[in-house]
């Protein structure tokens, strides 16, 4: 074993034996990345936010330390781990099983959405010292005071980017509120959004941060300036960047509400799903675009600098100026909307001979030359390729006390779609978005439709981008 295995073996930890041996048996002989980063604080009893994903052995990261700290002849439920779907709360309460094998005696309970109630009620009443589960069947066990957290003293929000963007948020809230403050909180997440920041500031305390493989996750914008003769030639530039780079999300920058309505009108009739986001539509209309966007329903938005202020959006493949910005600073600020989160990202600024002025002050600015270019030779027109989501649209809402939970329930339930096939959930005060994969649109619909959320049928449809 060299020095540097001799630091990731899971003996330098200060974990029981009995979960030792079993690590070995296991054949878990080096700690990965994560483990090493969380594992030291996490034992340690500290907060800890760890960015990782699945496949990263983050189950191990947070799992050793519930059972290290676990109490097994108390029989109270001490851990409680929340996971956006019921496939990976399954995933977490299996692998949690196969760590805990050496501790006779625990049990470990997993509560998901979507399940029958009546098993759920009866396992309650047996009791458990760890539960993991879904939000919204854990908050409604809690409320119906069939699960009582005051004993709770480590709390687990796995993929936390995925909770939050499933609606999650309130729900999150309203369970902690019911788990004693003295707690450890541990939170995972691949992504950081700032609804992330505020989140942990909310139920954390002094944090500490470890972010697996962080060496190499530094973001990197590829910008690009390509020339066009005259403002009739640019939608089409728009059209073929599109197709030359085949982005999955992307944001074309203009400067007026009219240039964002012909670009978008454009690129319809191109076959491409894009939305034209400005100043002037109404709230309704705006909310509906922004869904169909950050959910991956639709693949273009183009929007003016103003209507894409408050856009939140991790995962931007591409930003496109239509025209260059009025001044550097908001060009800055547009193109480092893309390759956020680690990601790479593309930037692409159109320019004519009328900008040259603004491309001297830009070059200025960034202290460097800037090469204008021609535009990718037109390839053999593939049609645009369908974005990877579609947006059904429910008549309930918030004044209906429609719940994230009840629509993953009502889509996942007996027959229905696998959790990982949803996306982002938005609930609104008279109706609801969720997002479903492509290939499964027509089960979530029907499923919906034919379904009941909060005991009553709600219209629901396809919302067409
Ligand atoms: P996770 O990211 O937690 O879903 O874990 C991914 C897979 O890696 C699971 O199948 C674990 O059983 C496995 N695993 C986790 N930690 C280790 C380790 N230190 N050595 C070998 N396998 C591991």
Known sequence: MSSDDSVLSFDTLPLAPALLSNLVDLGYTKMTDIQALALPPVLEGQDVIGK?????????????????????????????????????????????????????????????????????????????????????????????????????????????????????????????????????????????PSAIESLAARVQKNPVMVEAGAAHSESSIKQHFYHVDNNEERPQAVARLLAHFSPVSTVVFCNTKRETDEAAEYLREEGYTALALHGDMEQKDRDRTLVCFSNKSASVLVATDVAARGLDIEELDMVINYHLARDSEIHVHRVGRTGRAGKSGIAASLVSEKESTKIKRLEQSLGRSLEIVELPAEKDSAPPKKPPMVTLQIDGGKKHKVRPGDIVGALTGEGGIPGDKIGKIQIFQFNSYVAVTRDQSRQALAKISKGKLKGRTYRVRVVGV
């Open 52 to 192: 990782a994903k699945t496949g990263s052995g983050k189950t191990a990261a947070f799992g050793l330390g519930v059972l290290n700290k676990l109490e097994v002849g108390r029989f109270r439920v001490q851990a409680l781990v929340l996971c956006p779907t019921r496939e990976l709360a399954d995933q977490v309460a299996r692998e949690l099983r196969k760590l805990a094998r050496a501790i006779h005696n625990i049990k470990i309970l997993t509560l998901c959405g979507g399940m029958p109630m009546g098993p759920q009620i009866g396992s309650l009443e047996h009791g458990a010292h760890i539960v993991v589960g879904t939000p919204g069947r854990i908050e409604d066990h809690v409320r119906k005071q069939r699960l009582n957290l005051s004993d709770v003293n480590m709390l687990v929000l796995d993929e936390a980017d995925r909770m939050l963007d499933m609606g999650f948020q309130e729900t999150l809230d309203a369970i902690v509120k019911e788990i004693p403050e003295d707690r450890q909180t541990l939170l995972f997440s691949a992504t950081f």
